[in-house]
């Protein structure tokens, strides 16, 4: 478990023992090492009073929470952009009707397209907030929409009083 907690994390950059105790972690590996090549006495006792230390302790904490928040943001903007060399180009607007992916929650592999519903917001690229039908709203990523297009199917009827065609044209509904 200690080898887990010295070794720098990817996204942060930082090690978890780093961003808990402020410091890099002495390993008794490296505390032999050190002090078998003469790099370090055997430590018996600190200089340090206690506000000095805890002085020193904030500032380190600070530092490795300082770099890691930078690293994870970083890390977080190239994700969002591999992400995004995927999605296919769509053009959508606000106001726009839209059929939404759902997951089963049946089965992982089953998914339903829902909708229709409307776009209320474009609040980033590639993300729309959508007016579902029963009344919530969700952010969604572009890859899990599609245009709603209405189907109109045209159905001819004759009346026994009248000789001639009325063509009536209907919306198709599709769930």
Known sequence: ????REVPHSTTGVSPYQLVYGRLPNGPLKLL??????DKEIPTGSSKSVEEYLRDLTGKLKQAHNLARGNSEKAQAEYASRYNLR???KRLAVGDQVLVLIPSSSHKLLKKWMGPASIIELPRPHTAR????DGSEKELHFNKLRPYIARIEQIGLIFDQD???VNFI?????Q
């Open 1 to 4: 478990m200690f080898a887990y």
């Open 33 to 38: 090492k050190e002090v078998w090549t003469g």
């Open 87 to 89: 999605s296919r180009e």
């Open 130 to 133: 959508v007016k579902m039908d």
């Open 163 to 165: 000789d001639e065609l």
């Open 170 to 174: 209907m919306p198709l509904l599709i």
